[in-house]
C-alpha cells in the first residue's frame, strides 16, 4: 500500500467530533483516542485556567494538547491563542503551578449495628485542567485511579477497608481548615470543612481521602451523588490518620459495602418499571445491534431465553425472559444511552398517580427484591415526553 493511500485510510478512520463537545481537539488526537476516550476526556478535564498563561479559560471552547511520551501522556487544556490543539512528542509537561484543584469536605452516612456511623470524607479533584493517560493495548484510558493506587489508595467495593490507615499520607486540621500531603508525590491540598465534619474528623482520628478526576468537588452536594462515583469506579479512596494520632489504636475496620447499585425507575400514565441498571452503551446502536449487545451482558444460554418482546406503550423499550428464572430483563433507548436493567418490579395498565407513589412503589420493590436500601431519587434522563425517570443509588440493607 503506498503512502498517499495509507494516510487517506488515516484520515478517513477519525471519529466524528459532535458539535457540541466541550474541547477543540485535532484530528490526531481523534484518531488516537477514538470516541470513547474522547467521551472520558471529556469526563474528566474541567476548564479552569490555561495551561500556559495561566489565565481563566473563560468561555470558549479550551483546546487540548496532548503530550504523548510513549508509555504515558498528558492531556491539557488551553486557550487557542496560547497553544493549538495537538498531539505531541515533546517532553514538557504542564506546570504544576498552572494546575487547580478542587476540594469538597463532608460526612458519608454510615449505619454500624442499626446506628449512624457516619465517616469524614474529603474529595479532591487534583488536577482540574490535565489528566495522565496511559495506554494498553493501543488504547489511551485516563490514568487517575492507576497512579493514586500506585501510592497506596485502594478502590470502592474491590479492597478499600474504612479506618484502615495508609502510609506516608498525613491530614493536619487547623480549626475547620483540612490539609492533606501525599509524602510520594509531594502534592498537597487544602479546603474547609463544617464544624460537624471537623469534629467527626477529630473523634476519629482521621479522614476518608478520595481523589477523582471524574467530578467536580464543590457540585457535590449530595450523598448519592458520591455513591454513585463510588459506583462507577473513577475514584481511589484510602483512610488518612489526622496527625499526632498515628499512634493511637486503631479503629474497629468497616468494610466498605461490596458493591453500590444503581437503580431506574421509569413510569408514564399506563406503565412503571423498576430495577437495576446492569450496564449501558451507544445510543446510535441500531436496535438489532442493542439487541446483541444486551445478549452479551446477561451471559446467558440462548435456549434459556424468550424472543424479544415490546412492552405495551414504550415503544423505546424491549424486554426478553430468562423461561427457567422467570427474570425480566429490559433494554430500553435513553436519550443519553442503551441501558440495560434487570427489571425488579413493574405495572402495566395504569401507572403511578405523582412522582411521590412512584418513589414509594419503586423505593418498596427494591428493598424487598434488590434486598437495597434506596438513599435518595434524583432525575436522569429518560425516553420521551410522557415519561419520567429517576436513579436510585443503593447501598446493600
Known sequence: ????????????????????YPFVVDEQTAINLGREGLAELALHLWPKDCQTCGWDLGQTRPTVHV?????????????????????????????????????QSFLLPLKEDGKRNDRPVILVNPS????????????????????YREVGLRSPGH??????????????????????????????????????????VRELGGIILAISTAADPPQMQAAEQFLALMQSGQVAMGWVALAGTEALRPLQEVAAPSSLSVYLLHWGTHHATVGELLATTDRSLPIAQAQAWALSQINLPEDRLLPWDQPSGDLNAWYILDAI???????????DAWKLIKVLARIDGRGPADETEAQDWA?????????????????GPSTEPGFT?????????
Open 325 to 335: 428464572s422467570v427474570q425480566h430483563y429490559l433494554l430500553r433507548r435513553y436519550t
Open 1 to 20: 500500500m503506498g503512502k498517499g493511500k495509507r494516510l487517506r485510510n488515516r484520515r478517513q478512520s477519525a471519529p466524528m467530533i459532535d458539535a457540541d
Open 128 to 147: 482540574l485542567e490535565q489528566v495522565l493517560l496511559s495506554s494498553h493495548d493501543g488504547h489511551w484510558t485516563v490514568n487517575t485511579v492507576p497512579f
Open 389 to 397: 425517570t429517576l436513579h436510585g443509588s443503593g447501598v446493600p440493607r
Open 67 to 103: 503530550n504523548d511520551l510513549i508509555t504515558f501522556a498528558s492531556a491539557s487544556l488551553h486557550h487557542a491563542r496560547c497553544q493549538p490543539p495537538g498531539w505531541t512528542t515533546t517532553p514538557v509537561l504542564s506546570s504544576r503551578p498552572l494546575l487547580s484543584y478542587a476540594t
Open 363 to 379: 423505593t418498596r420493590a427494591v428493598r424487598i427484591h434488590g434486598n437495597s436500601r434506596i438513599i435518595s431519587w434524583v432525575p
Open 159 to 200: 479492597d478499600f477497608v474504612f479506618d484502615a490507615p495508609i502510609p506516608d499520607i498525613v491530614a493536619i486540621l487547623d480549626g475547620d481548615e483540612l490539609t492533606v500531603t501525599l509524602d510520594d508525590t509531594g502534592q498537597t491540598w487544602s479546603g474547609g470543612c463544617t464544624s460537624l465534619t471537623s469534629q467527626r
